[in-house]
């Protein structure tokens, strides 16, 4: 088992950026991925980004450019760099971790982009 809590989220007018993190309870080394997923209102939660042990990333389409996931299995801890931010954007962020064929989800962490 593994906890994880996301934080970092806000309201952000559009063109600025925020920093998501994802602290779990126990060290990542053990993780064969860990992702962003995100559901804004009234749509499907979507893949926002991953990252795998060996780090290699990939991103949905709509965020490349501006979005970068990074982890340190040190820290315990992913973060999403999110610049340049628009309106549909806004989202409840969730952290997920992917071991031994189960996965993890965090509890979520609201992104509102409003001007």
């Known amino acids: 088992q593994v906890q994880l809590v996301e934080s970092g989220g806000g309201l952000v007018q559009p063109g600025e950026s925020m920093r998501l993190s994802c602290a779990a309870s126990?060290?990542?080394?053990?993780?064969?991925?860990m992702a962003w997923y995100r559901q804004g209102p009234g749509k499907q939660r979507e893949l926002v980004a991953r990252?795998?042990?060996?780090?290699?990333?990939s991103y949905a389409d709509s965020v490349k450019g501006r979005f970068t996931i990074s982890r340190n299995n040190w820290k315990n801890a992913m973060y999403l760099q999110m610049n340049s931010l628009k309106p549909e954007d806004t989202a409840v962020y969730y952290c997920?971790?992917?071991?031994?064929?189960?996965?993890?989800w965090g509890e979520g962490t609201l992104v509102t982009v409003s001007s």
């Open positions: 126990r060290s990542l080394f053990g993780m064969a991925a």
């Open positions: 997920n971790a992917l071991e031994d064929g189960t996965d993890y």
């Open positions: 990252i795998t042990s060996d780090g290699s990333t």
